[in-house]
């Protein structure tokens, strides 16, 4: 669980979801992502995108078992954000709309949402701006000493999640590659959804992004 202190409101930040390796079996999915949203703000609805996916494979899944699962995920890290943020979308820069996906991924994904805040947030707080395959093993060593779940998990599985992780952040340009190197990248977010992310609600999502 992680709780944060502000204006002397404690906010509980996704303590209820179960720890979960199933982004080992997922990808970032951008362009699905992107899809999914252009067509909510044309007007069409949940139920008839997933439609239009079964009849027209409107991701261009290379199988219909891979379709549903794309358009269940997108959906699902959709339906996590406010919805004033979701209506936000077709304005936003591609990096901003990145920035949207990965939200959601944290929404919906407690293990990953506890390493941004307590690895990727701590780069930028303290400037260490390299990340490193070891920063990610010693964030699961820590949860497996908190989590009997994560402890659990088997070798592969974290060696798995460590580039499931360093994917994720590359594609959402948050992080970049030099060489073997990896250097975290700060984003500048536009302005008007910085501000709709001072909610109690997503304030917590904020710090990670400013680094706070």
Do not use: C
Request: charged residues 30%.
């Amino acid at each position: 669980m992680i709780v944060v202190n502000e204006k002397n409101v404690n906010i509980v930040v996704v303590n209820e979801l179960p720890y979960s390796a199933g982004m080992v079996s997922k990808g970032f999915w951008f362009k699905q992502f992107k899809k999914y949203n252009e067509l909510l703000n044309k007007g069409y609805k949940d139920d008839e995108i997933k439609k239009m996916q079964e009849e027209e494979n409107i991701l261009l899944a290379p199988s219909a078992a891979y379709g549903k699962k794309m358009i269940n995920e997108v959906s699902k890290r959709t339906r996590a954000l406010p919805k004033e943020i979701v209506n936000m979308f077709s304005s936003l820069t591609v990096a901003d709309q990145k920035i949207l996906n990965i939200l959601g991924v944290m929404m919906t994904d407690r293990l990953f949402f506890e390493f941004m805040y307590e690895v990727y947030r701590e780069k930028i707080m303290t400037g260490n701006m390299q990340l490193d395959n070891s920063d990610i093993r010693a964030f699961f060593e820590n949860k497996a000493g908190q989590s009997e779940k994560v402890a659990n998990f088997t070798l592969q599985t974290k060696k798995r999640l460590v580039t499931a992780y360093k994917t994720y952040l590359k594609e959402a340009n948050l992080i970049e590659e030099n060489g073997k190197v990896f250097n975290v990248k700060k984003p500048v977010l536009d302005i008007n959804l910085e501000k709709k992310m001072t909610t109690k609600e997503l304030y917590p999502y904020l710090r990670i992004f400013l680094g706070e």
